[in-house]
Nanobody, 126 residues
Framework: QVQLVESGGGLVQAGGSLRLSCAASGRTFTNYFMGWFRQAPGKEREFVSA????????YYAESVRGRFAISRDTAVNTVWLQMNSLKPEDTAVYYC???????????????????WGQGTQVTVSS
């Protein structure tokens, strides 16, 4: 059973930074992508960033490219999302997700990700 536990959300002023953490357990994640999605009030959950567990290839939504950085440590099964130059429109609940793909195919649709954490709130004030 895959378990994902997020932490690190909070309230920050525009232009500030936050670092989200996702502790993963229950599997060997060799054939997985780990990612971050977010959901703002009244909106659908959307892709933010992902990383391939094996090899570390990274992926970003255009709205966060250059401001956010995803990383992982395979020794401690943890994924981080460093968020810099935060904007009020980054306000959302951020979810850690896991996608199993033994052939290494990356997808950004929510329905293509099988495991989710409980979410952590990020609020950016103007």
């Amino acid at each position: 059973q895959v378990q994902l536990v997020e932490s690190g959300g909070g309230l920050v002023q525009a232009g500030g930074s936050l670092r989200l953490s996702c502790a993963a357990s229950g599997r060997t994640f060799t054939n997985y992508f780990m990612g971050w999605f977010r959901q703002a009030p009244g909106k659908e959950r959307e892709f933010v960033s992902a990383i391939r567990w094996s090899g570390g290839t990274t992926y970003y939504a255009e709205s966060v490219r250059g401001r956010f950085a995803i990383s992982r440590d395979t020794a401690v099964n943890t994924v981080w999302l460093q968020m810099n130059s935060l904007k009020p429109e980054d306000t959302a609940v951020y979810y850690c997700g896991a996608r199993y793909s033994p052939i290494g195919v990356m997808r950004t649709r929510v329905d293509d990700w099988g495991y989710w954490g409980q979410g952590t709130q990020v609020t950016v004030s103007s």
